[in-house]
């Protein structure tokens, strides 16, 4: 079954205490994109990938690093989580510039 | 990213043709319409998307404008499940078409 993965679906964590969220795909999809998702602020784009070990930032990058070792994984990194990074924030892929994107299910991060 | 406006809520009668409008100005010869939806907190869910040829699937028709600075989204007949939020964004499909940028999205909300 085509799917997008992230895990965890939900974590509570610290202040600077260093996180990954993974996301992972099965369906071979070139483009790979991070959002967070806040109330009243719509679905802000992080970073994303258009293949393997090329990354760009989105509109919100501040905060956050990813990498892109392999097509299938894209990680959202953490260095040093503050509360503002209280989000809910979704993992999506697509196979290129001219198809829609498949997202995740989502991970709601609590930072305290 | 050209930008695109929605207005932020409609109401529209089961079983009634919903008809939702995107205002994109400022797009540009390389970017595609997409049309997105979200349900309460899950991730989005791609719908449809087009050029400037009106396009037509098994969810909805995308009607878009000759000078393409507008597009109409079109459920034709809405069901109590397709109150969800209702996102319309406009992507490159050549260079830079990992950007993508999501506005405020139109809230729908489907009455018996």
């Known amino acids: 079954e085509a799917q997008v993965t992230q895990n965890p679906r939900y974590l509570i964590t610290v202040t600077g205490k260093k996180l990954t969220v993974t996301c992972s795909q099965n369906?071979?999809?070139?483009?790979m994109s991070w959002y967070r998702q806040d109330p009243g602020l719509g679905l802000r784009q992080i970073y994303y990938?258009?293949?393997?070990?090329?990354?760009d930032k989105g509109d919100v990058p501040e905060g956050y690093k990813v990498s892109r070792k392999e097509k299938r994984n894209f990680p959202l990194i953490l260095e040093s989580p503050s509360p503002n990074q209280t989000s809910l924030y979704f993992c999506?892929?697509?196979?290129?510039?001219?198809?829609?994107?498949?997202f995740g299910s989502g991970t709601r991060l609590t930072v305290v | 990213d050209a930008k695109t406006t929605q207005p932020p809520s409609m109401d529209c009668a089961e079983g009634r043709a919903a008809n939702l409008p995107c205002n994109h100005s400022?797009?540009?010869?390389?970017?595609?319409v997409y049309w997105y939806r979200q349900i309460h907190s899950q991730g989005p869910q791609y719908i449809i998307h087009?050029?400037?040829n009106n396009e037509t699937n098994e969810m909805a028709s995308l009607i878009i404008t000759e000078d393409r600075k507008s597009s109409t989204l079109i459920l034709p007949h809405a069901t109590l499940r397709d109150t969800a939020v209702y996102y319309c964004?406009?992507?490159?499909?050549?260079?830079?078409?990992?950007?993508?940028?999501f506005g405020d999205g139109t809230t729908l909300t489907v009455k018996p």
């Open positions: 999506a892929t697509s196979p290129s510039g001219s198809r829609g994107y498949t």
């Open positions: 964004i406009v992507r490159f499909f050549n260079t830079n078409a990992g950007k993508s940028t």
């Open positions: 990938s258009m293949n393997v070990e090329v990354t």
């Open positions: 087009g050029l400037k």
């Open positions: 369906m071979n999809h070139e483009y």
């Open positions: 400022t797009i540009s010869g390389n970017e595609y």
